[in-house]
């Protein structure tokens, strides 16, 4: 029985076999059998869960992926956590990690704070901690009322590198636009390489409009009282693209968090192939590929994607054979471990920087 011998039992919240290949890989690593427990969608769309098992004064964690589906997964979750805290169970403990919403961190406009939102939804069906990794901002961990350990997939990105990329020495690290530029020196100064940045191209999304600077919107009203009259703010002018460092004869990484939306990559690397860039690799934590990622990849300047499996992308890599998959069930396994026996986290963070 999976609580005999350890004093805990893992779950997977998922209702999709392609979604419990992390969770089955996390329980070999254990040593330990996958809680019993069913999750599956309705005829009219609503998820149900059903325990098989007592869970009565025991720890639990639940590990949940998400998929495109991101709203199921996330009511998966809740539903799974709040069985769980009814059934008696004494902590519970959620594995997320890609931590959804996460984007959707600042206020933008007259939009809302989901990520807050999601935090106390969280807190409300009963989950007392939470591990994940690479958060797309680390204070969201403010966000939270519980503990939340945000691990790192950047060691295990930086061996891709030194063990599967052929003459590493002679690369160089990418950001490709500003805002990356301490993650890309971070991994820059731990492979001793050298650091080039993308300038130019277009950040609207997470850095013109997304911290609530032009929110409201100003709007001059003539017709009433003025009042205090605020000098207006002249607008901001990209520049044209340019790459900060020279690039030329190296094998190009750009690294980031998460590659979604990949148009802002494949400008990255035509930009950088025209540059003097002889082979280009993308290296993100989250692959979340949407869209038509796969085919915008194998038609570009792109030579390999490397992603962990954070988030479930055999779909993906069956379109396009340039994308690898690095497996972190380790550190998420021994963070388990540790958490259940009480032991410092300290080790899974050795030097780690605030930077990565």
Known sequence: MNVAKTGYRVFSANSSAACTELAKKIT???GVELGKSVVFQESNRETRVDVKESVRGQTIFIIQTIPRDVNTAIMELLIMAYALKTSCAKNIIGVIPYFPYSK????RKRGSIVCKLLASMLAKAGLTHIITMDLHQKEIQGFFSFPVDNLRASPFLIQYIQEEIPDYRNAIIVAKSPAAAKRAQSYAERLRLGLAVIHGEAQCAESDMADGRHSPPC???TTGHTGLELPLMMAKEKPPITVVGDVGGRIAIIVDDII???GDFVAAAEILKERGAYKIYIMATHGLLSADAPRLIEESAIDVVV??????HEVQKLQCPKIKTVDVSMILAEAIRRIHNGESMAYLFRNITVDD
């Open 28 to 30: 070999e690593r254990l």
């Open 104 to 107: 959707q961190c600042k206020m």
């Open 219 to 221: 709007v001059r009203n």
């Open 260 to 262: 979604d939306d990949v």
């Open 307 to 312: 992603v962990t499996n954070t988030v479930p």
